[in-house]
């Protein structure tokens, strides 16, 4: 049986996971946790570097995602006007 901080540890080490924190990382961050308080400060600041790496994914994707609307928007123009689309 797990309590509930320990669902609550596992959910932010799949959340850190999920987002692409490199597993090293997340031991580190382990570490610095059983350290309890003198640790608060590089804890905020290794989760702030994981989160400036989510954001700049999140901007990547953006960016791909606006690329892959466009080519559905020529698909769907070129099915409109009953031309073939375009090779790529």
């Not at 989160?51 to 995602?65: F, G, K, P, S, T």
Request: include cysteine.
């Amino acid at each position: 049986m797990f309590s509930d901080d320990d669902l609550h540890w596992l959910g932010l080490l799949r959340c850190l996971r999920e987002t692409g924190m490199p597993i090293a990382e997340m031991l580190r961050y382990s570490e610095l946790v059983r350290g309890e308080g003198e640790t608060v400060r590089e804890r905020l600041d290794l989760l702030r570097a994981h989160d400036r790496r989510v954001e700049e994914q999140i901007a990547r994707l953006r960016d791909q995602q606006r690329h892959i609307h466009r080519k559905i928007d020529l698909y769907r123009e070129n099915l409109c006007d009953g031309a073939a689309p375009a090779p790529s």
